[in-house]
Nanobody, 124 residues
Framework: QVQLVESGGGLVQAGGSLRLSCAAS????????MGWFRQAPGKEREFVAA????????YYADSVKGRFTISRDNAKNTVYLQMNSLKPEDTAVYYC?????????????????WGQGTQVTVSS
């Protein structure tokens, strides 16, 4: 089992930046592929970004490509989401997710473990 705790959310003006962190418990973090998802009020949870076990492969939703960067530090059991050029439509609760499989996926239902979420609000 792995437990995930997100941090780094907050209120930022449009065009600003935030970096989200997701700290994982346990000693097997390397075996998990990781993802970030988000859920805006009244909308379904959607894929944002994912990263392979080694960090060598990353995937992004078209809506954030070129603005967001996912990365991981396996020595610190942490995955990050650097968010630049934020827009009001990026406002959502952001969730970290983990999957104990070697294949990285963008599919929400294939992730086994979830954090509690962190609120990101972008003002115009």
């Amino acid at each position: 089992q792995v437990q995930l705790v997100e941090s780094g959310g907050g209120l930022v003006q449009a065009g600003g930046s935030l970096r989200l962190s997701c700290a994982a418990s346990g000693r097997t973090f390397y075996y998990y592929t990781m993802g970030w998802f988000r859920q805006a009020p009244g909308k379904e949870r959607e894929f944002v970004a994912a990263i392979s076990r080694s960090g060598g492969n990353t995937y992004y939703a078209d809506s954030v490509k070129g603005r967001f960067t996912i990365s991981r530090d396996n020595a610190k059991n942490t995955v990050y989401l650097q968010m630049n050029s934020l827009k009001p439509e990026d406002t959502a609760v952001y969730y970290c997710a983990a999957r104990n499989k070697p294949i990285t996926t963008m599919t929400l239902g294939e992730y086994e473990h979830w954090g509690q979420g962190t609120q990101v609000t972008v003002s115009s």
